[in-house]
């Protein structure tokens, strides 16, 4: 199964020109927890940085939205367990 990711919009700090990026949501989480480096990058410049303080918070906002839906096998009836592994 794929890492669940996060598209959002970047500014190229170069150009100014808005384009999509993707992060692994785990990662963004990891960064915005621990106060560690989260980089960004833009396509027209090929160009990475890290991250500001408003940019940080946006992401925040972004995953503050986020429905996350989470299946555990504890949290499913056992029959259901066979039922989604067969």
């Not at 500014?11 to 808005?18: G, H, I, V």
């Amino acid at each position: 199964m794929p890492e669940p990711t996060l598209t959002f919009s970047v500014t190229c700090p170069d150009c100014a020109l808005e384009s999509f990026s993707e992060i692994p949501i785990a990662v963004i989480a990891n960064g915005l927890l621990t106060g560690k480096e989260l980089r960004l990058y833009s396509n027209c410049h090929g160009r990475y940085w890290t991250a500001t303080f408003a940019e940080r918070e946006q992401l925040r906002k972004s995953l503050s939205v986020l429905k996350l839906e989470t299946h555990t096998i504890q949290e499913r009836p056992r029959a259901e367990q066979f039922e989604a592994a067969g």
